[in-house]
Every structure is written in C-alpha cells, then in structure tokens.
C-alpha cells in the first residue's frame, strides 16, 4: 500500500470538476447569484403554497391553524436531496417538491398546492425573481450613472477633438461627451423602471387562465375567487395581478423585459468601444491597479481589461433577447412547455450579466484617468485646419478679400499637409501663417484665434443643464440606495 496520504478534497475542488458558468463562478454579484438560486426559487414556491393557503382558509375553506403553522415551520428547511428523489420518481419538479415539502409537514399535506397548477408556482416565482433582479439591478445603473455625471461635470470644459467617421471634426468636450453616454443609460434606467413598474403578478388562476378550478373550491363563488387572487397578490408584494392569462403570464412580458437588458448592454458596448478607442490614444483610460498585469507577453500594456469585459458580457445580454422574442412567438395557444428549459438559461443569465457589466462600468467611471497633456497634443496637431475658418473671418473683418485669402490658406495648408503626411513632420500650418506678409493685419490675434476654449460651442453650458435638469432629477428616486451601496463599496 502506498504511504502517501490521501488528500481530502475541499469544495473549491470538487467544484473544479464539473462545468459552471462563469457568470457565477467569475462575475456576478453575490445578490444577483442569489436571487436565480435554488434557494431562494424552492423556498418562495414554499411561501407561495403558504400564501394560498392563508388566503383559502381567510376565505372560508376548511384549512385549519395547525396546518399552516407546520408551514410556516418548514418554509426554509429545504430537504434537497428528498425532492430530487421525488423529482425522479415522478417526472415532475412541481410535484417532487410537494412530496418532499409534504413529508416535512404532513399535516398539511392534504392543502398543499389545493386548487393550483405548476405554474402558479413557477410563473409566479419567476415573476418575483424579475421584480427582484430589476430591483438589484436599476441601482447599480443608477450608481454608474452618478459616476459618469460627476465626470462629466469635472471636465466639462476640457476641450478635446470631436470625431465624425472616426476622423477628428469640430471641437467638443470630455464632459460633453460624457453627457453623450449619459444621455443613452438616463434611456436604459428609464425602459428598465417603466418595465418594473408595468410587472404584475400571475396570481391564481389554474390550468388555462380561467380560474375553474378554485371556482369548483368555492362552489361557484366568483366574488371569492376575485379576493383570493388579490390576497395572495397583495402577501408576495404586488399592486395587481394580470387580469387574462393562459396557463403562464403572457412570455410578452418576458420579452420586453430583455429587450430592454439588450438596449442597456448596446449601450454599455458603444461606452466602452469610445473608452477603448481613447486608451489606445492614450488620452483617458480606465483605473489600473498597481499590481495589476495587462499583458503575460508584454509587460509595459496596459489593456482596458474591465472595458473589454463589459464589451463581451454586453454582446451576451443583446443576444439573449432573441431567445425571448423567440420563445414568445412559439407558445401556441394557451402554453406550451418548450418555453421552460429555455427561460431556465435566457432570463438568469441576462440579469447576471447586466449586473457585471453595470457594476463594472460604475467602477471604471469612478476611476477614469484623463491625460489634459496628450488631448492637448492631440488638438495642436488638428487645431491649425480647424483655425483656419476663424482666420478668415478675422481677414475679412480686417479689410481683407474672402477669396484671395483663402486661397493664401487653401496653398499654405496643403504645404503643411505635406509637411505631415509625407514626411512625418508636425503640422507647422500656424507658423506658415505667421511668417507669411499676407496675414500681418490679425497676426497678433493668432492666439486668440487658436484659443481652444472658443471652439466648443456652449459645450460646457449644455453640461451644465443636462446635468442639473435630466440627470440628477432621474437620480433622485435612487438616493437612499445609492448611499447604501457607497457605504458597502467603501467598507469593502
């Protein structure tokens, strides 16, 4: 026999051996995880049979006291591994959970899920998954967006180059351009509250949406049956139910609601391309930590590594909202069930990465590092074509002819263009003009002229209001949990 001794294996390692998502497993957040969890799913199927039961014997069945307290008492001792073995058995994951909840109060186990389908506990649980997932979700948004204002605002008269094709156009401002990106998540915040806001409960409603069966409970009594759909809406936290169902909610609402992830993740792409883009200009980058490696190969890199994550998580949630659009146009009449294996996949993983990717844009906001000195560079060598316009009004203002001195310009700047692009040397446009007789009448004024500052507009004033009138109005309802997560960040 051998002598070495056998390595007892500790979780991190009997989890190496079999395959997890990495949106758990490497992104998202512990609360996110959690909300899509096998927990928290069995245990509100649990409170979900609860809640009925309360609402039927409040309304006159014959459920009695010590039934729902052994309820009550067994709502979080999950027996996994029983309902596994009754899910085997039986075929059946709804029922698997009625045994194996059954056996632990078996008492009640004549009420249990009386009058119900499947669906009222899986659709109805979805449903507060969504509600939940949103409520994680929209204040994480929010935080990013607070971020990116307070660096809009910092630097909302720092003139940079403005491009249109990719190639350098009129002057802006970095703030101005945040305002830019702000102005599509102040979109996706809204889409996503107004999506909140619309979600109702499934509530009781039976087989194919009609109720009939709690109407055979209360013996035809459909005023009953109206109030026991509005107390078990009103004991899991909604302000209605869904008046017309089939056997699920409509997988509309599925659908709207991923669309809108989707147009927050194209949002987040097109951020973090700009972001990307300018790193590689060197102009601002993302935080970069002291230890941190951006290249095995290459020591002096320093990749945007959170940026091209938010990119690729980002292209995820746009894709998974054709697996809802998809999974809505195939419910064939009242339901079908190819709906459920992949709604298991599309819904989680959507809100998982929604949550990384805005969490992660969050943090690159707060730490965003701007270099003024390579802007600036930037801007000396696109600045003297851009000035020329500038140089003609002040000539005309001076007694000049307009088209005799452009065309003293228009020669002048393909000298200096030359200058750039066949030899590689700076643009020296500006010291053409100086030199030249023709411009002695504004040549103290040149520096006027090439004044950054007076070639972006009301760029900092439209900061300014965009600021004060759209973004921080959108923030407000977010106030108390914005506090709440700089709290959590800073103890952390």
């Given at each position: 026999?051998?002598a070495?001794?056998?390595?007892q294996q500790?979780d991190?390692?009997l ?14 957040s512990?609360e996110m ?5 096998d ?7 649990r409170?979900l049979?609860?809640w009925?039961a309360e609402s039927q014997?409040q309304?006159g069945l014959?459920?009695?006291?010590r039934?729902?307290?052994?309820m009550r008492?067994?709502?979080d001792?999950?027996?996994l ?9 039986r075929k059946h994951?709804v029922?698997?959970?009625?045994h194996a909840?059954a ?5 009640a186990a004549?009420?249990i899920?009386?009058?119900?389908t499947s669906a009222?506990v899986?659709?109805?649980t979805d449903?507060?998954?969504?509600r939940d ?7 994480r948004?929010?935080?990013a967006i607070a971020?990116?204002?307070r660096f809009a605002?910092q630097?909302r ?7 249109t094709?990719l190639?350098?156009a009129q ?5 101005k351009r ?5 102005a599509?998540?102040l ?11 619309d979600?109702r409960f499934?509530?009781v409603?039976?087989?194919t949406?009609?109720q ?8 035809g009594?459909h005023?009953?049956?109206?109030q026991?759909d ?7 936290g909604?302000?209605a139910?869904?008046i017309v169902?089939g056997q699920?909610?409509s997988r509309?609402v ?9 147009g927050?993740?194209a ?9 990307r883009?300018?790193a ?5 980058e993302?935080p970069?930590?002291r ?5 095995s190969?290459?020591?002096y890199?320093?990749n ?6 938010v990119?690729?998580?980002?292209r ?10 998809n999974?809505h146009?195939?419910?064939w009449?009242?339901?079908?069930l190819d709906?459920?294996?992949n709604r298991?996949?599309?819904?989680p ?8 990717v805005?969490s992660?844009?969050?943090?690159v906001?707060d730490?965003l590092?701007?270099?003024?000195m390579v802007?600036q ?9 851009m000035a020329t316009e ?5 000539m005309v203002?001076?007694?000049g ?5 452009h065309e003293?310009?228009?020669q002048l700047s393909?000298?200096?263009a030359a200058?750039?692009k066949e ?10 003009i100086?030199?030249?007789d023709?411009f ?5 004024r040149?520096p006027?002229l090439?004044d950054?500052?007076?070639f972006v507009?009301?760029a900092?004033?439209?900061?300014d ?5 759209e973004?921080?109005p959108a ?8 506090e ?9």
């Amino acid at each position: 026999q051998s002598a070495v001794p056998e390595m007892q294996q500790s979780d991190e390692d009997l989890q190496a051996e079999v395959y997890r998502s990495p949106l758990v497993a490497r992104y998202a957040s512990p609360e996110m995880a959690a909300n899509f969890g096998d927990r928290k799913k069995f245990t509100t199927w649990r409170r979900l049979w609860l809640w009925l039961a309360e609402s039927q014997q409040q309304l006159g069945l014959a459920i009695t006291d010590r039934q729902l307290a052994e309820m009550r008492a067994s709502l979080d001792l999950l027996d996994l591994r029983l309902a596994a073995e009754e899910e085997r058995k039986r075929k059946h994951d709804v029922m698997g959970h009625v045994h194996a909840f059954a056996a632990q109060c078996p008492a009640a186990a004549a009420v249990i899920h009386l009058g119900a389908t499947s669906a009222y506990v899986g659709d109805n649980t979805d449903l507060i998954c969504l509600r939940d997932a949103l409520d994680i979700l929209l204040p994480r948004l929010a935080a990013a967006i607070a971020a990116l204002s307070r660096f809009a605002g910092q630097h909302r008269s720092l003139a940079c180059l403005g491009f249109t094709h990719l190639q350098p156009a009129q002057l802006t401002t970095v703030g101005k351009r945040a305002c830019l990106w702000l102005a599509d998540l102040l979109a996706d915040l809204r889409n996503l509250s107004r999506c909140r806001a619309d979600l109702r409960f499934r509530g009781v409603k039976g087989t194919t949406g009609t109720q009939a069966s709690f109407l055979q409970l209360f013996e035809g009594d459909h005023d009953r049956v109206e109030q026991l759909d509005k107390l078990v809406t009103a004991k899991a936290g909604f302000p209605a139910a869904y008046i017309v169902t089939g056997q699920t909610y409509s997988r509309k609402v599925d659908s709207e609601v991923l669309l809108q992830l989707a147009g927050f993740g194209a949002t987040a792409h097109k951020i973090a391309t700009d972001l990307r883009l300018l790193a590689s200009w060197k102009e601002i980058e993302e935080p970069f930590e002291r230890d941190q490696i951006g290249s095995s190969a290459m020591p002096y890199k320093r990749n945007p590594m959170r940026l091209e994550r938010v990119c690729g998580l980002a292209r995820h949630v746009m894709a998974l909202a054709q697996d809802a659009l998809n999974t809505h146009s195939v419910q064939w009449m009242e339901r079908t069930l190819d709906d459920s294996s992949n709604r298991r996949l599309s819904i989680p993983e959507a809100f998982l990465a929604a949550d990384i990717v805005a969490s992660t844009l969050g943090s690159v906001f707060d730490g965003l590092v701007v270099y003024p000195m390579v802007i600036q560079r930037h801007l000396k060598e696109e600045l003297p074509f851009m000035a020329t316009e500038n140089i003609l009004a002040a000539m005309v203002k001076a007694g000049g002819n307009r088209q005799e001195c452009h065309e003293v310009i228009r020669q002048l700047s393909q000298q200096a263009a030359a200058q750039v692009k066949e030899r590689g040397l700076d643009n020296d446009l500006i010291e053409r003009i100086q030199a030249s007789d023709y411009f002695a009448p504004i040549r103290d004024r040149l520096p006027e002229l090439l004044d950054p500052a007076t070639f972006v507009g009301r760029a900092p004033q439209q900061v300014d209001r965009f600021l004060a009138e759209e973004v921080a109005p959108a923030l407000a309802p977010f106030t108390a949990a914005l506090e709440k997560l700089t709290a959590v960040v800073q103890r952390v």
